[in-house]
């Protein structure tokens, strides 16, 4: 059973400070991970994806791969209330584009 | 570039009937995958097309099928419908190539109701 775990939440930061959104993957074969925000009643929006080994920077989002952990993180630098929403972490498979979800975890910054 | 699209954007039904949700991926997307939402469960996959045939199947009764068109546009059935079976459904499109670049993106949803 290929899983991927996230922790539900919700976890809440103050507006300006860094959020850090973990993730954690049982099979070794995952090629690409991939972080969505999820608004109420929207869809999932990509912010990033990782496959290599290492911190992946964009804007004030940073993706961590360590694959020899099986763990995945997202941190969000300067967080805004606009930023509150639902973050789910997605792993690929080699050769697949199907995507296997965490249930993803709910962030709260208050102002 | 127009992003994915999906019709219709709400449904309510009642047991028993079927329906038919409609999928238009990105241009030059040849791949769309489905996506069931529920509270309990969170994102479950259905099934991906490509390239009009079905490459992958997730765990779901035969009830759920779907199709995709030469133009790739996609459709999903489900027929005989549950209580169980009201959720949001996303398609998602991608290039395809099951490359580790490989990103799917999503349209808004039908949200569908079973009463």
């Known amino acids: 059973q290929k899983e991927v775990e996230q922790n539900s939440g919700p976890l809440s930061v103050p507006e300006g400070a860094i959020a850090s959104l973990n993730c954690t993957y049982s099979?070794?074969?995952?090629?690409?991970f991939f972080w969505y925000r999820q608004y109420s009643g929207k869809s999932p929006e990509l912010i990033m994806f990782?496959?290599?080994?290492g911190d992946k920077e964009d804007g004030r989002f940073t993706a961590q791969l360590n694959k020899a952990s099986q763990y995945v993180s997202l941190l969000i630098r300067d967080s805004q209330p606009s930023d509150s929403a639902t973050y789910l972490c997605?792993?690929?498979?080699?050769?697949?584009?199907?995507?296997?979800f965490g249930k993803g975890t709910m962030l709260l910054v208050s102002p | 570039k127009a992003g994915v699209t999906q019709t219709p954007r709400y449904l309510i039904k009642t047991r028993g009937q079927q329906v038919t949700l409609s999928c238009s991926p990105i241009?030059?997307?040849?791949?769309v995958s489905w996506y069931q939402q529920t509270p309990g469960q969170g994102l479950q996959f259905l099934f991906e097309y490509f390239s009009e045939t079905q490459r992958n199947k997730g765990n779901f009764p035969g009830r759920f099928s779907g199709r995709q068109f030469s133009n790739s546009r996609s459709e999903m059935n489900v027929s005989t419908l549950e209580l169980g079976d009201s959720a949001l459904y996303l398609c998602?499109?991608?290039?395809?190539?099951?490359?580790?670049?490989?990103?799917?993106?999503f349209g808004p949803g039908t949200r569908l109701t079973v009463l």
């Open positions: 241009s030059g997307h040849r791949s």
């Open positions: 099979d070794r074969g995952s090629q690409s």
């Open positions: 997605a792993v690929t498979h080699s050769g697949y584009s199907t995507l296997t």
């Open positions: 990782i496959y290599s080994n």
């Open positions: 998602a499109s991608s290039l395809g190539g099951g490359t580790n670049t490989d990103t799917q993106y």
